[in-house]
């Protein structure tokens, strides 16, 4: 997720490229000059514009697995696409799988604009795309896997769609837990960087605990929250 702004030089204005109605609210595709934009019950999510935070989310999770061969990555939220595009581009992941809740964004990606960014993932034999809830499903599932990437919201500090701050409670961080190998690794993707959040994660057990920052020419960098389950 980026911040963009609807005014910008040379751009003119965003144009409208699908509207829909989903399970959880309103879902909008629009195109802002070159970039694509998605946009949730009215509040911006994530354009093309960058992609490098999607892309750090992953390396970083993979790097810290060490050597471990053939890993099953969980990418948390499809977005435009950058984390699985990245993902799949890198021939040490053995599994991907992503969760994404909105069938638009899905459809978007599988036969619409944003398929020129995520169509050679979609096809990678590796991928496997899961149309429910994250929250739900870590709660749920009876899969494990090596390293979730999460990036469903804006952050720990900062969410914009109800329900998904239980994902960076102590519950929902013991519900990552569960789901995750012994040695396997959780980032978290956040606008701006959370002490509080580091903090949860030592206090429910995660080991290695670090952010990794973005650089930015100006304002708070975005983040990528890494911790390791113990074992």
Known sequence: MTTAYDSVPGYGSPVVLDRREGPYGEVVLRRHGELLQIIANGCFLMDTSDGRSERLLIDAARDALGSRPAPHVLIGGLGVGFSLAHAAADPRWGRI?????????????RSGPLSALSASALADPRTAIVETDLVAFVNETCATFDALCLDIDNGPDWTV???????????????????LRPGGVLAVWSAQPSPEFERTLWNAGFQQVRTEEIPVARGVPDVVHL?????
Do not use: F, K
């Open 161 to 179: 769609t109800e329900g998904n701050d239980s994902l960076y409670s102590p519950a929902g961080l013991a519900s990552c837990a569960r789901v």
């Open 97 to 109: 799988t992503v969760v994404e809740r909105e069938p638009a964004i899905v459809e978007w990606h």
């Open 227 to 231: 911790a390791v389950r113990p074992g």
